[in-house]
């Protein structure tokens, strides 16, 4: 209907090429239809600034992606991610003033502790809707303190549990659990927001990169206590592949949406021999897939993503779906499926696989050209 609100929503993108638009070009007339749009922004966009020795893979792109960004349609970028300070406070800042330039709400993210925790309000139709991001992958010092720019943290904290006690060299359990303070500052934030806005949809830059299916216990402690505390929409992404969905008390937590507009690695690397790199091949051997092809910039999964769209009406959110798309492996453009498009139902098959692996009860059914999330 008229008056209900469409909401889409992606995840990591990073524009780094001479035309930056057209790492949209296939999917803007989908993207067009939504009233609301969101994405999470994973490289700094600055020419300035010095690699900081904490990062692993110093990630910037031109700040004319920012505009890019702009003309696919978003409005609300979270830019709570790992690599936010890569290159120090220069280029940070940078990045935050050229998507302001073009009127585009930043979260997660401040030259302290108060500002990454603000939240971004936009009013369509009648209907307010809130905006937090939070940020679990933090290099030291990237996170926000009292007199300190950063990302807002939602830190985890792990403990490896030896199964076998009294056999040196054994297994061990892993446990995760969130940084206490981290979790009631966000606690507080949503309830703070559900007071000002009929809706509030909460993005975390979390979770075990590129393992397929698993969850940290940290995630889904978090996600249940957010919904707890008011929030309608969990909004997951970093992993750099898919994630199961979960339907919680009636609301839906998207663990991760993937990559969506994200150049290859490489395009970050500048003088950096990734490849070759023991980092990078560290990496590689997280997934099965991914070792053989090591030349390959992602293993096969981060191939395949989606974008989630939400139908609001009468303030709140009515129907949860996700449209199946694929990103090119040699242009990094994504490509919204049609369901008569073999891949599309690979991507739901995969979904599904992911979602049973971790044991959660969430069911998906083809609807024309999107796949419903039951709630």
């Known amino acids: 209907m008229s008056n209900d609100i469409i909401m889409f929503a992606v995840g990591d ?10 790492i949209f070009q296939f999917v803007k007339p989908i993207l067009g239809k939504g009233d609301v749009l969101f994405c999470q922004l994973e490289p700094c966009l600055s020419n300035r600034g010095i690699p900081l020795p904490q990062s692993r893979l110093p990630m910037r792109g031109d700040p004319k992606g920012a505009k890019a960004i702009k003309e696919a349609g978003f409005q609300v970028v979270s830019f709570a991610t790992n690599h936010c300070m890569d290159w120090g406070r220069e280029a940070f ?3 935050i ?4 330039k073009q009127d585009l709400k930043v979260i997660g993210a401040g030259k ?10 936009m009013e369509c139709k009648g209907t307010k809707i809130a905006f937090l991001a939070y940020n679990s992958i933090l290099p030291q010092g990237y996170w926000a303190e009292a007199n300190r720019p950063g990302c807002a943290p939602l830190r985890g904290l792990t403990v490896y549990e030896q ?10 359990r ?8 981290d979790l009631a500052a966000m606690v507080e934030d949503i ?8 809706l509030v949809m909460v993005s975390v830059h979390w979770g075990i990169h590129f393992v397929p299916a698993a969850l940290a216990d940290y995630q889904r402690i978090a996600a249940h206590a957010a919904i707890d505390a008011g929030a309608d929409l969990i909004i997951g992404h970093h992993p750099h592949i898919l994630k199961p969905i979960e339907v ?5 937590i998207l663990y991760s949406l993937a990559n969506f507009a994200l150049e290859p690695p490489i395009a970050f690397a500048e003088s950096l021999d990734l490849y070759n790199s023991p980092s990078y091949q560290e990496m590689q051997q997280l997934n099965p897939d991914w070792k053989k092809a090591p030349n390959k910039a992602m293993p096969p999964d981060s191939y395949k993503t989606i974008v989630s769209k939400c139908v609001i009406a009468d303030k709140q959110i009515r129907k949860v779906t996700f449209l199946p798309t694929q990103i090119d492996d040699k242009t990094a453009n994504p490509e919204i499926l049609p369901a008569s498009d073999p891949r599309f139902q690979e991507i739901v098959r995969y979904m599904e696989d992911i979602t049973r692996d971790q044991k959660l009860d969430t069911s998906y059914e083809v609807e024309g050209n999107e796949v419903l999330v039951r709630i």
Not at 191 to 198: E, H, I, M, N, T
């Open 163 to 172: 199964i076998e006690h009294d056999q040196p060299g054994t297994p061990c």
């Open 112 to 121: 302290n502790i108060e500002e990454a925790r603000k939240p971004a309000f």
């Open 191 to 198: 309830k703070k927001a559900k007071a000002q806005a009929d």
């Open 174 to 181: 892993i446990h995760t659990f969130p940084h206490k303070e």
């Open 93 to 95: 800042f940078e990045t």
């Open 13 to 22: 993108v990073g524009p780094n090429r001479d035309d930056p638009n057209s």
């Open 248 to 252: 919680y008390k009636g609301k839906v």
């Open 97 to 100: 003033q050229c998507l302001q």
